[in-house]
């Protein structure tokens, strides 16, 4: 079991940034593979970005590849998403989430077992 508690988000202006935190609890971290997913209203949640076990291996989706950086401290137990020049079609529930499938990069929600809280971060125009 891993408990996963979000922190961070909030109201941002376009082109402004925001730094969202998962800190995890429980089980060993570094056996999990991180991702960060977002769901806006009437939308179907879609995945962000991921990284895997080590830190070595990221993934994002194309619409926020140079604007996101995930990155993990498995010392500290935390994953964290850098986000910059935000746009407002950014604007969503953001959640953490932790897999412990073995691979390199998992972008579906069904490979995920473990899920944060959600925080809102609203980017206004």
């Known amino acids: 079991q891993v408990q996963l508690v979000q922190s961070g988000g909030g109201l941002v202006q376009a082109g402004g940034s925001l730094r969202l935190s998962c800190a995890a609890s429980g089980r060993t971290f570094s056996w999990y593979y991180m991702g960060w997913f977002r769901q806006a209203p009437g939308k179907e949640r879609e995945f962000v970005a991921g990284i895997n076990r080590s830190g070595g291996r990221t993934s994002y989706r194309d619409s926020v590849k140079g604007r996101f950086t995930i990155s993990r401290d498995n010392a500290e137990n935390t994953v964290n998403l850098q986000m910059n020049s935000l746009k407002p079609e950014d604007t969503a529930v953001y959640y953490c989430?932790?897999?412990?499938?073995?691979?390199?990069?998992?972008?579906?929600?069904?490979?995920?077992?473990?899920w944060g809280q959600g925080t809102q971060v609203t980017v206004s125009s």
């Open positions: 989430a932790a897999s412990s499938r073995s691979g390199t990069v998992y972008q579906l929600s069904n490979d995920y077992n473990y």
